[in-house]
């Protein structure tokens, strides 16, 4: 195994208590492992230098709510709704359409594209989903295919397919669905919003997918107010995600549980939905995630640079706040951000996901916003960007 010592850090962001974020500073990893962070004029010894020349340094980004196994796209669609038209979650069932029409090898090649785009911009861990599927053999198909990405969510409920009653449709997904994906998945999901599935049908798939052992994720509180985060807290999801619509009820039982609160700027900007009350979360204590939501229909970006750039100029997140959000709140999300291999933090034991802006500290995420500043990255200690 090879090591390599990144020297001349301007400023290093460690996500670590104890650590903090360093000045002067300097990291080394040895294979797919983070060793030692601390001043530079401590560092040890590695086989390999690569000098920072003064430059930020931080974990690889964690974009935990992404949809990657699709296929086609839905320029049209996005080009209406800028002229004007509303989003509607029924155009799920365009992309539906053309992922069934997919052979394995076209959607895992279009799944390895924009992970590999991600990588290229800093993103070193991401979750994906299923869900453009919807019938037993499709979610399958889908599942297996999203096995590239770090983590894979089980989103059978995502839209009853057209045509189809809503309850029978949930009793598949909690039944013959998840009986066969189970096993190749480590998260199930449910969108629970008006139009898509209501807290009954919601809560029935959940608690099916937690006897099974899978962990909860939620898509809540999207569209218009509802009971996703309720719901999420109540069954201990790992993740609510979008909480664009929140009341004051919402935003106290997300700060009184274990549950992310997932924001998804990008998406409520591409649905022109306002902006979530991030101030709110944060002050009330609720843990924040900042992710992609990269699919075709209503978040078509890999960039977390962008969601962390919106979450400061727009929703009044500080640079360490959103920063934080997009690399340690996107691993607490995933229940990743401890123990051996942790992501989203730089501290000896971590996995060695790292990336290095070309720039002297991470304020220029928002003072440059839509200026690529990756200059660096590393996924588990190889060089991918
Ligand atoms: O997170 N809300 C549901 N699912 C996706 C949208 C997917 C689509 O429009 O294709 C989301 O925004």
Known sequence: MTSTVITGIGELTTNDDELGTLTDAALVIDGDRVVWAGPAADAPEADERFDAAGRAVLPGWVDSHTHLVFAGDRTAEFAARM???????????????????ATDEELAANLRKHI???????????ETKTGYGLTVAEELRAAKIAAEADEVTFLGAHLVPPGEDADTYADLVRGEMLDAVAPHVGWCDVFCEQGAFDADQSRRILVAAKERGLGLRVHGNQLGPGPG??????????????????AESDVDALAGSDTVATLLPACDLSTRQPLPDARALIEAGAAVALASNCNPGS?????MAFCVATAVLQMRMTIEEAVRAATWGG?????????????????????ADVHVLDAPSTTWLAYRPGVPLTHAVWRKGARVG
């Open 83 to 101: 002229a004007g038209q509303s989003y509607q979650a029924g155009g799920i069932a365009v992309t539906v359409e053309a992922t069934r029409a």
């Open 116 to 126: 590999a785009e991600a990588a290229a911009q800093g993103t070193t861990c991401m």
């Open 229 to 246: 985060v309720q719901l999420a807290v109540e069954l201990g999801a790992a993740s609510v995600d979008h909480c664009t619509y929140l």
């Open 299 to 303: 978040s078509y970006t890999s960039s």
């Open 331 to 351: 691993a607490r999300a995933l229940r990743r951000e401890t123990g051996d291999g942790a992501v989203g933090v730089l501290r000896p034991g971590a996995r």
